[in-house]
């Protein structure tokens, strides 16, 4: 039997993906067990093997996870999608590697609707708007984030909670800028330039969060 790393990269190619129409939010555990289509996906019928006829509810989570990561790719055409994996297969071990990389990050998420953002970055990987490396290294940051603090990135230029600035800094998504007080400057010694100013510390968008803004949302996030 396959392991479930290589069933994981071979559902991400299969053709059933784009028969998906069960919301992971809403199925329900005997339609992960009953479901004729999610065993025609590979990764879904290895599972159905494994658990037969029971589901403790950390594995219900994981499976409906799975399958909302999965369904963000299924309108990407199934022919970009199987070059995507022969690409990965053409490199000695990769493609276990990318699988075991992909399960470890949606095991880790703490909220069905992260699975949406990571499934949608990894469209654009599939796409080629965004190299695999940067893949994983927002997926981390999702991973860790606070999912109404990330959501805040999606509509906002500018984020104006002080615990969310911070808690987005320290996951990676927003930069400090440090400028001169000009203004306190003149205040304290009139035209003299060659004395410093006090210094502004603020925090602002950076590359990381703009790619995660263009490529990680949707409008069901």
Known sequence: MDKIETSLINSISSDSLK???????????????????????PVFGILYKTYKTAIGIRDAFFLKKLLKFLTQLKDIPTEKRLAFVNNIESESGEKIKTGQKILIIIEQLDDIDKATIIGNLFCATINEQIKYEAFLRLSTMVQKA???????LKDSSTVTSTDTRE??????????????????????????????????????????????????FSAST
Not at 146 to 152: E, G, S, T
């Open 146 to 152: 606070f999912l109404p603090d990330l959501l805040k």
């Open 167 to 216: 808690h987005l800094f320290n996951v990676g998504l927003l930069s400090v800028k440090i400028t001169e007080d000009r203004g306190a400057k003149m205040a304290l010694f009139g035209s003299d330039d060659n004395k410093p100013g006090p210094l502004i510390f603020s925090y602002e968008k950076n590359n990381w969060a703009y790619l995660l803004s263009q490529h990680g």
């Open 19 to 41: 028969d998906i129409v069960l919301d992971s939010a809403e199925v329900s555990l005997d339609q992960f067990l009953n479901d004729g289509l999610l065993k025609d996906i």
